[in-house]
């Protein structure tokens, strides 16, 4: 099985952490980030894991090194400018025919392996993994027609929605779509497939997910990765 952890971008959400390392080696508890999803994904099976960096990726590389604290060498493949959220896909040698891609600064118990083996059994060329978000509205919330008229009134509703966690599954036909050096995000891509009749599937999984960017949920993954250790790494991982 192989990955693809996206870890070229600059990070400018987190500033200015990141003005001196890349976001993907932020320290989460007594590790980094990135370190955290390799050992997720070995630990789930992925034998065959690519990083593709850009941005201070000197600095992975050294980290990394031969990859063999990991359970095995880790491929790189390097962007010479920003390529967007997918546009690294397109520079990775030997891609295999199901592959997943993992955001570097992605933290989640997600089932990588049932992930994987969901995308290879739905038939989609796509398929997104989602995590459902709530914001509760902290007042009553009014529906009215064009002439004033109240039509429904609402008490503290709670709006809920998907978004996408930043992990996502395709086949290797995917890269039609994208050509090397070429900059491209991941909703440019999808809505492409779309418009070309392309099958592409969400997935909600039961995980916890959270996207490091910003300051405030950086604070709070320190916080529960620190509670949950053993959820996220497994007890062989935590010592146990």
Known sequence: ???????????????????????????????P??????RQLRRAGFEDLVAATGYLGNLIQAFVGDGQRFGGPIRFVMEERPLGTVGAIALVPNLGEYFITVNGDTLTTLDYRAF???????????TIATYRRQNPVDF?????????KLLQYIE?????YRVSMGVNAFRAEVLRYLRPGEHK??????????????????YEPDCFWLDIGRPSDYERALEVFQERRVEFLGDEECGS
């Open 116 to 126: 994987l083996n969901f995308h290879r059994q739905s038939g989609a060329l796509a």
């Open 1 to 31: 099985m192989q990955a693809i952890i996206l870890a070229g971008g600059q990070g400018t959400r987190l500033r200015p952490y990141t003005t001196l390392l890349p976001k993907p080696l932020m320290p989460i508890g007594d590790m």
């Open 156 to 160: 503290k509703p709670v709006h809920s």
């Open 185 to 202: 995000d991941l909703p440019e891509l999808i809505r492409e497939l779309v418009a070309d009749g392309q099958r592409v599937l969400c």
């Open 33 to 38: 980030i990135i370190e955290v999803i390799f």
């Open 140 to 148: 009553g919330v009014l529906e009215c027609d064009s002439e004033g």
